[in-house]
């Protein structure tokens, strides 16, 4: 696994927030079921046919983990125009600006699309940061980035974002 690097800005996000806990593998369930229900009840619709939206790429991203409790905040969001007003249906979030090893999932169909992304994210943390030159950052946000590569429907790909202290 040869990640690419790649600093970005802060990234203002608008979208929907779910709390969840790596305990026990929940999070591979609760995040998935949060995708679901976001494309099947209407709020996808709803968000992308809002004037606030910078684009449609969409941003599956995890806040840093509460010590006390093991919880972090994962939000299904976009990105938010510059000085664009958001209204109070949608949660807002801020990722703070942040050097990253980004990783592609192999392309995979619609029914293993999920099971993809999830292997990307086991490999990271069990393969790559052993071994890694860097570090993970504690305090930054990891996130899945979901682009038109995602529309394909044979062939669909997204990128994982780890932020890191050093290379």
């Given at each position: 696994m040869e990640p690419k690097m790649v600093r970005l800005s802060a990234i203002k996000l608008a979208g929907y927030v779910i709390n969840t806990t790596g305990?026990?593998?929940?999070?591979?369930?609760?995040?998935?079921q949060f995708?679901?229900?976001?494309?099947s009840d209407g709020r996808m619709e709803k968000l992308?046919?809002?004037?606030?939206i910078k684009s449609h790429t969409e941003y599956g991203a995890c806040f840093p983990e509460d010590p006390a409790t093991g919880e972090f905040e994962y939000i299904i969001g976009v990105e938010v125009k510059d000085g664009a007003a958001v209204p109070p249906a949608y949660q807002v979030r801020e990722m703070p600006p942040a050097l990253f090893a980004v990783f592609s999932t192999p392309p995979a169909d619609g029914a293993g699309f999920s099971a993809a992304i999830q292997g990307v994210w086991r490999d990271v943390?069990?393969?790559?940061?052993?071994?890694?030159?860097?570090q993970p950052d504690p305090k930054g946000v990891s996130f899945e980035l979901y682009d038109e590569r995602c529309m394909s429907e044979t062939?669909?790909?997204?990128?994982?974002?780890?932020p890191v202290l050093n290379l």
């Amino acid at each position: 696994m040869e990640p690419k690097m790649v600093r970005l800005s802060a990234i203002k996000l608008a979208g929907y927030v779910i709390n969840t806990t790596g305990r026990d593998g929940e999070n591979f369930k609760a995040i998935p079921q949060f995708w679901a229900d976001y494309v099947s009840d209407g709020r996808m619709e709803k968000l992308h046919g809002e004037g606030f939206i910078k684009s449609h790429t969409e941003y599956g991203a995890c806040f840093p983990e509460d010590p006390a409790t093991g919880e972090f905040e994962y939000i299904i969001g976009v990105e938010v125009k510059d000085g664009a007003a958001v209204p109070p249906a949608y949660q807002v979030r801020e990722m703070p600006p942040a050097l990253f090893a980004v990783f592609s999932t192999p392309p995979a169909d619609g029914a293993g699309f999920s099971a993809a992304i999830q292997g990307v994210w086991r490999d990271v943390f069990a393969e790559w940061l052993p071994g890694a030159a860097c570090q993970p950052d504690p305090k930054g946000v990891s996130f899945e980035l979901y682009d038109e590569r995602c529309m394909s429907e044979t062939a669909k790909v997204c990128d994982i974002y780890i932020p890191v202290l050093n290379l």
